[in-house]
């Protein structure tokens, strides 16, 4: 498949914005996975419980992945679902929460971000039929300072790039997913660091499901601050892209 064969760009389709005018909002889980986020967890949370969505067709389920730190205390203050996932590693906490889900819509982003008001509603209007199985959204750094920061915003987590890959996907920063897809295709792939989300597009592709993308914007508040973090980060989506790689070469030869 070619990037044009998954996607289709909400910008090029018409009527999108009346779809749930005319049809009922869908039951939704929220899902944010975060490990050691005593200091951003909290803002995440109170953005995601000011959306513009009925709440009683939402759920907010918050992974804390092995924290050391005060963020347990810090998401139970708040009336979410609060898990626990011992294995540390983002794909094992959203694996996790997709499990416990009850929505028929999973839409996903981080613990250092923040939703805008409106987001979760442009995610799920564009659910027009039963081959879209994901949308994204674009993700903007709020106020880069530091040289890394400015260069990760430029250059990292672009949705617009990653649309146009062989096989596009979508970054769980800011995603959603139908639900029952992504128990069809067995989850993310837990193993992996990073470039879970690649996988998943890689797998959604290959089974016939398109992706739609939207202009909902969506902030990143903490990107890699330093240097060392920064580089840390890269080497970790480096193994996870070697062992996707690896899977879709092992693929193509059966």
């Not at 971000?113 to 994901?134: S, Y």
């Not at 040289?147 to 920063?173: C, D, F, G, H």
């Not at 992504?182 to 989850?187: D, N, Y």
């Not at 499901?209 to 202009?215: D, K, L």
Request: hydrophobic share 35%; aromatic share 12%.
């Amino acid at each position: 498949f070619q990037a044009e064969d998954g996607i289709r760009d909400v910008e090029r389709s018409r009527g999108l914005g009346d779809v749930y005018k005319r049809q009922e909002l869908p039951n939704v889980s929220v899902i944010v996975p975060v490990h050691n986020a005593e200091k951003i967890v909290g803002t995440c949370i109170e953005s995601i419980l000011s959306l513009d969505y009925p709440k009683e067709k939402m759920e907010v389920i918050i992974v804390d992945n092995n924290s050391t730190d005060s963020t347990k205390r810090i998401i139970e203050k708040y009336p979410v679902k609060y898990l626990f996932e011992e294995k540390v590693g983002q794909f094992h906490a959203r694996n996790l929460a997709c499990e416990h889900a009850k929505g028929e819509i999973l839409a996903f982003t981080d613990g250092d971000c923040i939703v805008d008001k409106n987001w979760l509603k442009n995610l799920v209007r564009n659910f027009t039929d039963d081959q879209i199985a994901g949308v994204g959204g674009k993700i903007i750094a709020y106020k880069p300072k530091s040289v890394v920061e400015k260069y990760s915003a430029r250059y990292v987590l672009i949705q617009e790039w990653n649309i146009k890959e062989r096989y596009p996907y979508i970054v769980t920063a800011n995603a959603a997913y139908r639900k029952k897809v992504l128990e069809e295709l067995g989850f993310f792939d837990g193993s992996l660091y990073s470039g879970g989300d690649v996988d998943m597009g890689w797998r959604v592709t290959k089974a016939g499901y398109n992706y739609y993308t939207h202009q909902m914007r969506l902030f990143i508040t903490s990107i890699e601050h330093h240097c060392i973090s920064f580089i840390s980060n890269f080497l970790g989506m480096g193994d996870g892209m070697s062992d996707i790689s690896k899977h879709a070469w092992e693929e193509s030869c059966d």
